[in-house]
């Protein structure tokens, strides 16, 4: 039961304000439940990511964002895919929106590939609304 409140987090956190097709929904639950179980998240890690709450994430908060960008294509080893993005993003939300946000994100370089991924994500999330 645990588990299954979280993967039901990570989804309501990964296609939260956008118009996703069923099939992309299920799409990132499949990898957010594979993350979650492989960096071993919590219930209340999963929880707080939803609620944007950045604050006191451990290394596995940070690489389970990793692997999650990783699954998307949006990642690889650490550097951002920034046509991956944009393709999957923008017929979703607007290719001038999405550039947006990739101008104010993509430059973001942290510790490792986790603490990169982690603050990758933690921009697109504070400018989801332009997404």
């Given at each position: 039961?645990?588990?299954?409140i ?7 956190l990964t296609?939260?304000d956008?118009n996703?097709t069923?099939?992309?929904?299920a799409?990132?639950?499949a990898?957010?439940?594979?993350c ?6 919590t ?12 604050e ?5 908060v ?5 692997c ?7 990642l690889?080893?650490g550097?951002?895919q920034?046509?991956?993005v ?13 550039k947006?946000?990739?101008?104010k994100?993509d430059?973001?370089k942290?510790?490792d ?5 982690f603050?990758l994500?933690?921009?697109?999330y504070?400018?989801?609304a332009?997404?």
């Amino acid at each position: 039961m645990k588990f299954l409140i979280v993967l039901s987090a990570i989804l309501a956190l990964t296609t939260a304000d956008l118009n996703l097709t069923d099939e992309q929904k299920a799409v990132a639950h499949a990898n957010g439940a594979l993350c979650a179980q492989q960096e071993g998240i919590t219930k209340e890690q999963a929880l707080a990511l939803r609620g944007g709450n950045f604050e006191n994430a451990d290394q596995k908060v940070k690489c389970f964002a990793n692997c999650f960008l990783e699954k998307t294509g949006f990642l690889v080893d650490g550097q951002v895919q920034p046509d991956k993005v944009l393709a999957k993003l923008g017929p979703i939300a607007g290719e001038d929106n999405v550039k947006a946000v990739q101008a104010k994100c993509d430059s973001i370089k942290g510790a490792d590939k986790c603490d990169t991924a982690f603050q990758l994500y933690e921009c697109y999330y504070k400018n989801r609304a332009n997404v």
